[in-house]
């Protein structure tokens, strides 16, 4: 739990809710055994952010309430989800909105997979090799130490070059063939 979700957790408790379970990735973040779900959001600024994944899955609960911290121990406010309205948009002093970071990312990965498919990539992550050779990360790691892949680290992360992947690839095709033969 992050210390927003703490304080969150320490607070439901003083309100009396028995059975109080944390869902981890699943909104609502909390539920309790009298059936009430609990998302808990920090205020940002007034702001307070949703992914279209938490708003939805918020609207399917039938009894969803909002909680809103800052970094103090009570909340400042508590929301009824059935009382707001879909982002953008604005409860009392708060401003809702849709995070753009996930679909960014989400954006991003796509585009990533299909510059991959593509083969417009110069430097792959170890996922991506993965993917590629369909094998597991160990088998990645282990060709990088015996020196098969030529691979770099970039911020603390192996990322293979395009033409280290190709060699390799190549390599492999010659050792079968040689095989074969």
Known sequence: MNKT???AYDWLQKQGYTGVVFQRHHSPDFLTAEGVGFEVKKARNGVIFFTDGQWDSLSRHPDVRVVIFDDTEEPLAIAEFSELVEPPSFWHQFRLTMS?????????????LEQVARGDVSLYTIQEVMNILGVADE?????IRKG??????VGGLWRISSEALDEFLKKGEQNNHDSNQ
């Open 5 to 7: 979700e703490l304080l």
């Open 100 to 112: 753009l970071l996930w679909r960014n990312r989400d954006i991003a990965r796509t585009e990533r």
């Open 139 to 143: 088998t990645i790691y282990r060709h």
């Open 148 to 153: 098969k892949i030529k691979a770099i680290r």
